[in-house]
């Protein structure tokens, strides 16, 4: 069975960092890209990054580029989100997804960031 | 820059078909992708390549894609169904979601 279960998240103060991770199992962790996709409260869906099989390619949303890194370590099947200079606005719940149609979800990992 | 609308709220009665739309520049060129996100839970996949269902959804739902706009289709639609819905697509190397409709049964 498909599992991805993120952990990581937590309360942390406007400018500071956190990193969150995402393990995987039940299934070839890296023959698929990987996702990061966030939710506000209340709100939709927003997607975050993406990494190849490999981690030979990486793609941001503007809102996090140049703040937030995608990584993976697949001899560990895990995902990871590296988040600095995190912003009141990034305060969210956090998921990772499997492949490019987000075919699996993690239960996702709620992130709050105070002013 | 790419956007998907979605209308924020569909009702339906029971046992009657539901339809949600999604518009947005070529997207019946772009494979949408549908997810549903019941209270509390993470979202589940219902649809991709615009038109095909994965194992285990129920084959009341279907996708189709023409134009400018796809859809989600729910046949015969139960209480069970009652969620959010977001519609998804590709933008050169950006995922984009839909803004969300909500499926209220009644």
């Known amino acids: 069975e498909v599992q991805l279960v993120e952990s990581g998240g937590g309360l942390v103060q406007a400018g500071g960092s956190l990193r969150l991770s995402c393990a995987a199992s039940?299934?070839?962790?890296?023959?698929?890209?990987m996702h990061w996709v966030r939710q506000a409260p209340g709100k939709g869906l927003v997607w975050v990054s993406r990494i190849k099989h490999d981690g030979s390619s990486t793609t941001y949303a503007d809102s996090v580029k140049g703040r937030f890194t995608i990584s993976r370590d697949n001899a560990k099947n895990t995902l990871y989100l590296q988040m600095n200079s995190l912003r009141v606005e990034d305060t969210a719940v956090y998921y990772c997804?499997?492949?490019?149609?987000?075919?699996?979800w993690g239960q996702g990992t709620l992130v709050t960031v105070s002013s | 820059s790419f956007e998907l609308t979605q209308p924020p709220s569909v009702s339906v009665s029971p046992g009657q078909t539901a339809s949600i739309t999604c518009s947005g520049d070529k997207l019946g060129d772009k494979n949408a992708c549908w997810y549903q996100q019941k209270p509390g839970q993470s979202p589940v996949l219902v649809i991709y390549e615009n038109t095909k269902r994965p194992s285990g959804i129920p084959e009341r739902f279907s996708g189709s894609a023409s134009g400018d706009t796809a859809s989600l289709t729910i046949s015969g639609a139960q209480a069970m169904d009652e969620a959010d819905y977001y519609c998804?697509?590709?933008?050169?190397?950006?995922?984009?979601f839909g803004g969300g409709s909500k499926l209220t049964v009644l």
């Open positions: 997804g499997k492949d490019d149609y987000l075919s699996r």
């Open positions: 998804q697509a590709w933008d050169s190397s950006t995922l984009v």
């Open positions: 039940g299934f070839t962790f890296n023959d698929y890209w």
